[in-house]
């Protein structure tokens, strides 16, 4: 393992910087939770970030659902050692991108775009460990060290004299502080040791990245872009790309053994029943392409009733003739493995409408109201019946507005049905930095 790591990273250090090469690296301390910030940059960075975690608290972006945050802790425990995992709060921020970061005094963030692409507890487990690995090499502090020295200090000093909620603040320091390559290598690497140790599949992690470069090209090829970026390093990007991370993370793999736990039925049930709602803020993103290769990545192992109305939601919002079909397929296979949200039966009725089936559009905006008789947007959803021209409308609304009302489908403590606009999820996407994995 030795061998192959320093030939890995030998290989590596030609794409690195000479300047960046030529430092130091930061010395590791024991690891301890007694530890103590030492100096004025650490203490001042301690403050901050302590400041910062203050105000993030009462963040309306957290996705607060006790089950779900004590459940990554776990595997975080798992993954690191109940040692090292016991000091860090954690929060998960209703983001559709892919990202996570951890601050210096011990607070990690992880987005649910980061949640929604990962396939197993082991995947989840390389993902959180990395941030982790942040912290305990103290790259957080090298990095604030590294922003005040140079020209971007008047930048630093704006942010914290200037601040004006705690959502703007954490994305600002999410993009602020860009680890260096050899930083996010050692991350990688220390990750993998991590879950080396553990009981989960430490060769698990090289399928994340595999994933999210097939998920930009699908994303490009759609938009009908030319890709370039994935497979050869940028001259201005410190990081490795999605491709070297995943190579080198194969070769440790491969020099590890493949064995350990993947958690994948762990994974899918603790995640169900936010699924569909991470699914729905990926899918208002209009990244047509990126949302239908994670659909189609997490219906690998079978198109459940949730993945089917995604798709619909997927194929109704792009709307293209030939989408409506797929669209309106895609809801009545969800429907006929049981689908029980009401709404799935309007987004039917909407694009059975659009391709001119109007008689089986007013069927399915019927049973709509049938289902939701108090529906908030039930005026306009009577006056698409009318124009759909049914005339027996008011009899099948009564023979069935005896049946009880149906659920949404959502978890208890979900946050508000993001349909309506102005949700959490669109101001995630006003605040959040650019994905550019500079905290990843
Ligand atoms: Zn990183």
Known sequence: ???????????????????????????????????????????????????????????????????????????????????????????IIRDPSFNASMAANGMMQINTGLLLRLHSEAELAAAIAHEFGHFELRHTLEAFKRRRRSTDALMW????????????????????????????????????????????????????????????EASAAARKLKFRNARRPSFVDSHPTDMQRMVYLKALAAEHGDGGEDGVDGYAKALAAWRPQFLADAIKLNDFGGSEYILAELARSGWTKELLAARGDLYRLRGNPRDLTVAAQAYRDAIAQGATDPAIHRDLGMVLLRSGARADAATALQRYLALRPDAADKTMVALLIDQAGATSGAAVMHAESGAPAVSPGSPANAPPEPASGGSAVAGARALAPANDGSTK
């Open 157 to 216: 000093a704006g942010i914290t004299g200037g601040r004006n909620g705690a959502n703007l603040q954490l994305a600002i320091i999410g993009s602020f502080f860009r680890f260096k390559r050899e930083e996010e290598i050692a991350a990688d690497i220390r990750s993998f040791e991590y879950l080396a140790a553990s009981t989960y599949r430490a060769a698990a992690s090289p399928a994340i990245w595999e994933r999210m470069m097939a998920e930009y």
């Open 1 to 91: 393992m030795r061998r192959a790591l320093s030939l890995i990273l030998a290989g590596l250090a030609l794409a690195a910087s000479p300047a960046a090469a030529a430092e130091p690296k930061p010395t590791l301390p024991p690891f301890s939770w007694a530890y103590q910030p030492v100096g004025v940059d650490e203490r001042g960075l301690w403050m901050e970030a302590d400041d910062l975690e203050r105000e993030f608290r009462d963040s309306r972006l957290l996705v607060r659902d006790e089950a779900l945050n004590s459940y990554i802790h776990g595997v975080l425990c798992r993954a690191v050692g109940e040692d090292r995992c016991k000091g860090v709060r954690l929060y």
